[in-house]
DNA sequence: TGTCCAACATTGGCCCGGCCAACAATACAG
DNA sequence: CTGTATTGTTGGCCGGGCCAATGTTGGACA
């Protein structure tokens, strides 16, 4: 960990996109800690919970709904099939494509990883009263979503 | 850049952790995109900040200082010396160390830096009227520095 | 004084996440 | 049938954060 002797200098502090990477810092160390307690990284809560809300699709359908690169996506599917997560079955109406469907095993897993991540947030919200909180993700929102074009997707720094 | 086709799920779009790290995604392209102008990145700014601040000190007294990493400092201080940003002068008194001294060069450039810096921030906070900034930089401010202890460097991921 | 341990600056390299490039197989438009 | 596009896969690049080993110097202490 960080031994910080004496502050940052005064200019940084109060710098709001060096408050946003504090929290943004600290969010993820929260959250992977959490994560790791069911050894399982955040591109595999995103897939999950991709597969489970849209349904089974190609790994090119998830990667651009993911945002994840086509590379990193084979590594993940292929850790979550080793786990029976879910499942590769190629396309018969189009060989090129594999399917991936989520399974019980795979649902299960997500509702376990609910848990987990729903507490994580609870960690990293703790500093601020309920209603801190509510208004921190209106603004944070508000911030994020500018008209909506512009979309982010799950991986991605450029 | 990223072309998400579709949002992403549901279980992450409101997610406090997924807003901060969207968030904190926007700050450090603009910010870097920002000190790019000057051909710079964001621990040349936190140094040449360090050295105005708290003036002139070792190497090491800036590693504890900015809890940038030993090896990563020797290459940025290398950068600005060769810039003449800053001097690089064997402590008499101890000849172990190198006494780190801000030029006026680099005091300009840290100006100018801090010029960036604050276009920077408003680029940032754009999409949120003035109150509503000053709420955000409040919240985020309570939400990071948790009773002062366990404080957080510069660098840092762990 | 000599010895031993601690702090310093520097080099080299590791790891991980995000990314790109090349490839073979398949689909499809002309 | 030919050329172009898409898909899954492999391999590798790069930058940031980090650690380890080295050689030098200081300082404590026997």
Same mark, same amino acid.
């Given at each position: 960990m960080?031994?910080?002797?004496?502050?940052?200098?005064?200019?940084?502090?109060?710098?709001p996109s060096?408050?946003?990477?504090?929290a943004?810092?600290?969010?993820?160390?929260?959250?992977?800690?959490?994560?790791?307690?069911?050894?399982?990284?955040?591109?595999?809560?995103a897939l999950?919970?991709?597969?489970?809300?849209?349904?089974?699709?190609?790994?090119?359908? =998830?990667?651009?709904?993911?945002?994840?690169?086509?590379?990193?996506?084979?590594? +993940?599917?292929?850790?979550?099939?080793?786990?029976?997560?879910?499942k590769?079955?190629p396309?018969?109406?189009d060989?090129?494509?594999?399917?991936?469907t989520?399974?019980?095993?795979?649902?299960?897993? &997500?509702?376990?990883?609910?848990? =987990?991540?729903?507490?994580?947030?609870?960690?990293?919200?703790?500093? &601020?009263?309920?209603a801190?909180r509510?208004?921190?993700?209106?603004? &944070?929102t508000?911030? +994020?979503?500018p008209?909506?074009?512009q979309?982010?997707g799950?991986?991605?720094t450029?």
């Amino acid at each position: 960990m960080n031994i910080p002797e004496g502050a940052p200098p005064r200019r940084l502090r109060g710098l709001p996109s060096r408050l946003a990477n504090q929290a943004a810092l600290t969010a993820n160390r929260i959250v992977d800690r959490a994560l790791a307690q069911a050894g399982v990284r955040r591109y595999h809560y995103a897939l999950l919970a991709t597969l489970e809300e849209y349904g089974p699709a190609s790994q090119a359908g =998830l990667v651009r709904r993911t945002g994840i690169d086509r590379s990193d996506m084979v590594a +993940v599917v292929n850790d979550l099939a080793g786990r029976d997560c879910l499942k590769r079955a190629p396309d018969p109406e189009d060989r090129r494509r594999n399917i991936i469907t989520i399974t019980p095993a795979g649902r299960e897993q &997500l509702i376990e990883l609910d848990r =987990l991540i729903a507490a994580a947030q609870e960690e990293f919200l703790a500093p &601020l009263p309920p209603a801190d909180r509510e208004h921190l993700i209106d603004l &944070l929102t508000r911030l +994020v979503e500018p008209g909506d074009d512009q979309r982010q997707g799950i991986g991605s720094t450029r």
